[in-house]
């Protein structure tokens, strides 16, 4: 089985500082990692996703990732944060042995900008 | 390109009233479809998803069924809402031998 934990339920930043959102996974076999944005009353936006390529994954909008195998860890960076950036942010797991390539989510990271 | 619609975009239903929301993909054959439900304040709970026409796997127990009677539609029920029911209903594809699932834009369902 597996599953995924977002340490942090909200976090507060101020604009043009940097962003981390952290992320740790548990999975059976090498997993497929992904990192989800979600405006209000919005759909849900891919950012970013893993595939066992290169372990920094660059994304939209200046986001990237770093997948560590080690600490079973794959959080999210901007170096600057934008106004436009308050979401709610999704860390997903994707277990591609499983039927229908279902998910697993993360419980979500609020994003605060303060100007 | 590929886009992914679902409507209604909003509805308030009575309790005990029946449900159809609908999801059709455009620009792809044969995806996987999925319905999610987003309670206020918690994340996306998978309720159904289907790797093809009329195959329907259910998740989890709950008074809501999912049908696909067409390849690229996927259609959400009820017989009867209840107040449990209220939350935002997302549909998602994956393309044929893909991974990465692509959102719709949500329903905002208010069982009142």
């Known amino acids: 089985a597996q599953s995924v934990t977002q340490l942090d339920s909200h976090v507060s930043v101020s604009e043009g500082t940097p962003v981390l959102l952290r992320c740790n996974y548990s999975s059976s076999y090498s997993p497929s990692l992904f990192w989800y944005v979600q405006h209000p009353n919005k759909g849900l936006q891919l950012l970013l996703k893993y595939t066992s390529a290169a372990t920094l994954v660059k994304g939209i909008n200046g986001f990237e990732a770093e997948f560590k195998k080690s600490e079973t860890s794959f959080h999210l960076t901007k170096p600057s944060a934008h106004m436009s950036d308050a979401a709610e942010y999704f860390c997903v797991v994707s277990d591609d042995r499983a039927a229908g390539n279902k998910l697993t989510f993360g419980g979500g990271t609020r994003v605060l900008v303060k100007p | 390109s590929q886009t992914i619609h679902q409507w209604p975009a909003t509805l308030v239903q009575p309790v005990g009233s029946p449900l159809s929301l609908e999801c059709t993909v455009e620009?792809?054959?044969?995806?996987?479809l999925y319905w999610y439900r987003q309670a206020a304040g918690r994340g996306l709970q998978l309720l159904f998803y289907?790797?093809?026409?009329?195959?329907i796997s259910s998740e989890v127990p709950q008074n809501l069924s999912a049908s696909r009677p067409q390849d690229r539609q996927f259609i959400l029920s009820s017989k009867k809402l209840l107040l449990s029911d209220s939350g935002f209903y997302l549909c998602?594809?994956?393309?044929?031998?893909?991974?990465?699932?692509?959102f719709g834009p949500g329903t905002r369902l208010l069982v009142l």
């Open positions: 998602a594809w994956v393309p044929t031998y893909q991974e990465t699932q692509y």
């Open positions: 620009g792809t054959s044969n995806p996987n």
């Open positions: 289907s790797v093809g026409i009329g195959q």
